[in-house]
């Protein structure tokens, strides 16, 4: 039993020893110790904006024409609505954040090349609700992401304060 | 129509959707920030992401939505990354319960702050200041003071009657939520000792020890499972279901079940969403419904590569 | 011919009729079927029908409609004007595919293509006259595709009816004649007052005939290209043309039933994605089972931000 502990830190520390190792060389400290640090004064600052999950990975960070190509053109009819992108038909519908949460756009804070493992976020944007799209197939209570919003409710009650 | 090019891997992402309870963001109370932190998971043993509110009063628990071929629009800007993070509220005694284990090896009453330290984890002391960790450390542990010091020893006892409350609760959100709790994913893999009919109620607290089983090791799993009454499952390859923990198993990693066969029994159940190759050319010969069975031989239907 | 209705939305398809002769009701009718716009990146396919009694054949004929390729913009206007004023005998139909139903439905997951599609809207048209009560006799098609299948296809779908499939059926009867131009015209003027449902401002109509091969049209879609969402709805998505343009110069996008990254990939994607539900660790080196509540609903812990 003793032997076997012994042997699992053992594995432990040199698992920790690489995995600084290669995170050092890719620039990125992220050791165990290393704390993302989320500035909250930016909260206030932080603009809603509508957001949308796209059934498809856009090989692209950053400025798009959103608003005059996608929203312009959606068509709304009964909660379901249309699109197409790329060519592509989707249908989607609009989905509110658990009451009680809150949607948050987080962005890394450039470190300016300062060799400080510890890392900043700011909030860059806010939402209550979000659009997500499917490809072709009508929006229903099966969708993952739509199943995924039971979570926070469920967390309530596997973390919430059990009474004596 | 021209190839379509390969994915290239997103290495440098900085952005990220989360949905976050209201107070773990709550700007008044303090002038401090939260932090995204790394401590042990008491599952897996490694690190996970956590993250603790303004002046550590809250211990928040990060989870991803992560489905492939996903991106995000947010605002005028297009986010590649497509995951969805949610930062829940965690209860720390989960991540606290593993250090009072394993010094309850001991049999001696100890101080807290001399138990819960690790060298790889420096953030697991600052669990101590979340305002229920202390307040809430006698449902796993008992207490002795002297002075004005306290000592602790962590009790199985209380810790099984604790997470009995736990599942308790987890059963009426359950339910409330209407999540689907039946057998019939698993049945493949398991084989029941029962039968199905009048299995509802057993259904909801295996499902339920099997959620809280996400935040405590194996052997107090075992050990909760045998305190709520149900017999453990028979796997139907093996006499134990897949191994979970690299602490209990001596074998081999590579050894034992081949994951291959559940996933294709498990996709089998999903609605397939990705069509089989026979499903796409069929669909691809004729949308009409209308030609005749000759042209699924014509030339013209591209035939599907082997 | 009222385009209003496919005005309001373009992204579509649309139905226009003229109204239906009397006479056509209750002796018996020939109809020819023809489309316009099939080639072109740009702008809707317009599938047209038209038809009068057998009998005013020889009328028709009179008017000196011709094949609408050889007639210019102005002439296919003039003799639409005197199929109009021949509404006593001669009646019309057109079905408007919007350039944006055109690319999804040759992008679907079930790919449909764009003979099908012909197909299936010329069977749609004929259905429409017949469901009018306009008492069918015989049908001339212009063909999509090798005539003798067509032409066997439409029979069956239309017992009873002579059907006559031919290439360059236009210039061969002056019924698909009459309906080519109808369908021409409706696509010259969609063209031309396109309604563009994007908010890009003031837009260059400059766009030249719509086909690949015209230099104005290919620089109104070099001009036109947006790096993430590639085209407007007027741009036929399913189209090389603006398929090579967008590998070239957008930001790629992968969908999950992708031939390279979905089919082959989702195999590997399946195995990995599905290993994960099993193992915490991506590395795989060791079995971890998710409960499925977070498996089911593509939930996991993270490692790191």
Known sequence: MFLVKRRRQLAET????????????????????????????????????PVHLMPCEIEHNGLAQVSQYFTATTKEKKKEKTVSFRGRGLKGQEISCPQGYTGLVLKEVDRHGSDQEDRTVKVTSVFDKLTYWNLETPPTSDDTVVMAMDWPELAEAIHGTVED | MAAKKKRTPNTHNDSWVVIAADSAVETQK????????????????????????AGDVQLYEVKAFEEDFHSWFVGQTVQRDGKLLFVTRMDPLY?????????GQEGKFQPVDQVVKDDEFPASSRLLSCTRSLTSLHHIAEGKEVGSLKFHRYSQERTLNWLQKKVERTIVALKKKHICVGEGVKSTTYVRVKTESDNQEEDYLRYAHGLISEYISEELSKALLKHLGLPELKSAKETEPPSKKRKLSDKPVEAGEDYTKFNSGDFARKPPKKMTAAQKTLAKVDKSGMKPMSSFFSPKTKAEKK | MDLKQFEADNSGSCRLASRIPDVCRTEDCCLGVDEAGRGPVLGPMVYGICFCPVSKKEELKD???????TLNEAERENLFQKLDEAQSYVGWALQILSPNMISTSMLQRTKYNLNALSHDTAICLIQYALDSGVQLKEVYVDTVGPAEKYEKKLSQLFPGIQVTVRPKADSLFPVVSAASICAKVARDRVVKGWNFAEDLGEIDTDYGSGYPNDPKTKEWLLKYLDPVFGYPQFVRFSWSTAQTLMDSKAAPVHWDDDEEDGEKAAQQQNNRSMLSYFSASAEGDRAQQTHRFFSERRLKSLKSL
Do not use: Q
């Open chain 2, 95 to 103: 991540l606290i319960l593993p250090y009072m284990i394993k010094s």
């Open chain 1, 14 to 49: 040199v698992h920790v020893y690489i995995s600084c190792y290669i995170w050092e060389t890719e620039g990125r400290m992220s050791c165990n110790a290393s704390v993302t640090r989320l500035h909250l004064s930016s909260l206030k600052r932080a603009e809603k904006v």
């Open chain 3, 63 to 69: 008017l000196k409609v011709a094949d609408s390729k």
């Open chain 2, 30 to 53: 303090h002038d401090c920030d939260p932090d995204f932190v790394k401590l042990r998971n008491p599952s897996t043993d490694e690190a996970s992401l956590y993250m603790l509110s």
